[in-house]
């Protein structure tokens, strides 16, 4: 098993201190309501640890994508409310369309040892994806100590993330990060083959050191989502609206040469279920027509795998003894897709 090179919660003295977890709340909504719990559930036991040790814990996550600074149903008091009923400690839900202001401070000055505090969407800062200076000061203004604990956002370098580590003297990781970063750490430096990769979601660029190096361990890689309509048009196809970075054309071009060049499978859709627009809202009700996916005509776009890429990516699954995955195949909170 891969070792954790990491600090650990289990390594800080915590009783009295002011611990800022990042978590991953990031919980899928419907006219306010939560639909699926199971990132909360993920979180519980970093901070059952830390209440029960008596830490004061802030939590703060990120929810959806609010493009016009603060929006109602972006909201993290939903997610206060589900975590609530799932400790047994005092939760505290403090709103604040700057995620901390002096009421927010005042709140926490007033915390007693083993009580909750849940901030704000740290996505109602502007500053927060651009992991600007001033938000990270916010955020550790009011910690002793932080823990990284949201594993689906580890990669990005935000505030709650990355920059407000720069003013906190204690950073650590908790129990969700050193589960992950064990699991996945072993299963790619040491894995049963065949090992097959998935790479889904929407965008190339995020993904782009992944990439190279998965086609250096896999034996097979699948790429799906929005990010193979810029492979499938780097291999010349019509993609019609699709999602595509044309700024990562060669780049696409690279990867599938160095696939060929070192005898590694990779694997995009050969079928593409589309609209004629994106569904607005995003489960709206669709009509939608699949294509192959070297005949998407030009005034469609492609939101999902269909069923002959299904059974081809399926195959491929089945035969591996190790299967790493990250991202989804399509637009799965449409329930037309």
Not at 94 to 107: L, Q
């Amino acid at each position: 098993m891969a070792e954790l090179n990491k600090v650990s919660v289990d390594d800080l003295k915590v009783t009295g201190k002011r611990v800022l977890v990042r978590v991953d709340f990031n919980v899928p909504m419907k006219d306010g309501v939560i639909t699926n719990d199971n990132r909360i559930q993920a979180a519980l036991p970093t901070i059952n640890k830390l209440t029960s040790e008596g830490a004061k814990v802030i939590l703060c996550s990120h929810l959806g994508k609010p493009k016009n600074g603060p929006e109602e149903k972006f909201s993290l008091k939903a997610a206060a409310a589900r975590l609530g009923e799932l400790v047994s400690a005092k939760v505290t839900f403090v709103p604040s369309d700057v995620v901390v202001d002096d009421t927010v401070k005042a709140a926490v000055d007033k915390m007693q040892n083993g009580e909750i505090i849940v901030l704000e969407n740290t996505r109602f800062r502007k500053e927060e994806t651009k992991n600007i200076e001033s938000f990270s000061k916010d955020l550790a203004s009011i910690a002793d100590a932080f823990v990284m604990d949201a594993f689906g956002s580890a990669h990005r370098a935000h505030c709650s993330t990355v920059g407000v580590t720069e003013f906190v003297k204690e950073t650590a990781v908790g129990y969700l990060m050193q589960k992950e970063i064990k699991f996945l750490g072993n299963a790619v430096e040491n894995p049963v083959r065949p090992f097959v990769a998935i790479l889904g979601g929407a965008k190339v660029a995020d993904k782009l050191n992944v990439i190279s190096n998965l086609l250096e361990k896999c034996d097979t890689l699948i790429i799906g989502g929005g990010m193979a309509y810029t492979f499938l048009k780097a291999q010349g196809y019509e993609v019609g609206t699709s999602l595509v970075d044309d700024t990562k054309i060669d780049y696409c071009k690279e990867m599938l040469e160095k696939a060929k060049a070192n005898g590694k499978t990779l694997l995009l859709p050969v079928d593409t279920v589309t609209a004629a627009e994106f569904p607005n809202p995003i489960d709206a009700e669709i009509e939608v027509v699949t294509y192959d996916s070297n005949k998407i005509p030009a005034d469609r776009m492609g939101l999902d795998i269909g069923e002959k890429t299904q059974a081809l990516f399926a195959d491929a699954v089945k035969t591996a003894k190790t299967v790493v995955w990250n991202g989804p195949m399509g637009v799965f909170e449409n329930p037309v897709l």
